[in-house]
Nanobody, 122 residues
């Protein structure tokens, strides 16, 4: 069983930056991703990063503002979030998959963290 633990969430003002991190308990996983879910909304794809390459994709709503990265030695993945907007407020989840590829669907990931809350408000 792979365990994922997110950290770095918090309350920030619009326009601010925040960095999320996720640590995985296993070195056997391949693609890692970030998703978010706001109250009353479906889980939304934020970013995905493969283990090798890496190959990266972003959701349309965060493209140009968020940057995903990973450290395969430490098995961590980060999400640098800049120019945050109130619409970015959500519970952010780290996910990991046994499959290598640019995975945009939640169903493609076998392992999930419990989430970290990001609130953007003035």
């Amino acid at each position: 069983q792979v365990h994922l633990v997110e950290s770095g969430g918090g309350l920030v003002q619009p326009g601010a930056s925040l960095r999320l991190s996720c640590a995985a308990s296993s070195h056997t996983i391949f693609t890692m991703g970030w998703f978010r879910q706001a109250p009353g909304k479906e889980r939304e794809f934020v970013a995905t990063i493969t283990r090798f390459g890496p190959e990266i994709e972003y959701g349309d709503s965060v493209k140009g503002r968020f940057t995903v990265s990973r450290d395969n030695d430490k098995m961590t993945v980060g999400l640098q979030m800049n120019s945050l907007e109130p619409e970015d407020t959500a519970l952010y989840y780290c996910a990991a998959s046994d499959t290598e590829g640019r995975l945009r669907l939640p169903a493609s990931y076998e392992y999930w963290g419990k989430g970290t809350q990001v609130t953007v408000s003035s």
